[in-house]
């Protein structure tokens, strides 16, 4: 998206997080560091290098390297899932 403020992160996938079992985000973690990302529509995120399945509030474990969006709303920041390549 023009004006995106993208950040880059490498680690394992902790978390995939669900509602109505639709994925809503996912919680990165390189052993040091946390990254939560929300998924607000999956139609905007490129996936690339392995299997898109995921299984809703499980521990994936998988290798990723993910870009995200930063955006600052209302006081809140979110950051919105933009690509994930499974490594």
Do not use: W
């Not at 995921?54 to 994936?60: I, M, R």
């Amino acid at each position: 998206e023009a004006g995106d403020q993208i950040k880059h992160f490498e680690g394992k996938i902790r978390r995939v997080e669900c509602n109505a079992n639709k994925i809503t985000g996912f919680e990165v973690s390189s052993g040091t560091q946390n990254v939560k990302v929300s998924l607000p529509d999956a139609s905007r995120v490129m996936i690339r290098g392995g299997d898109p399945e995921f299984v809703c509030d499980a521990e994936d474990g998988r290798s990723v390297a993910i870009d995200f969006a930063v955006v600052y709303s209302h006081g809140a920041t979110d950051r919105l899932l933009r690509g994930m390549r499974f490594q």
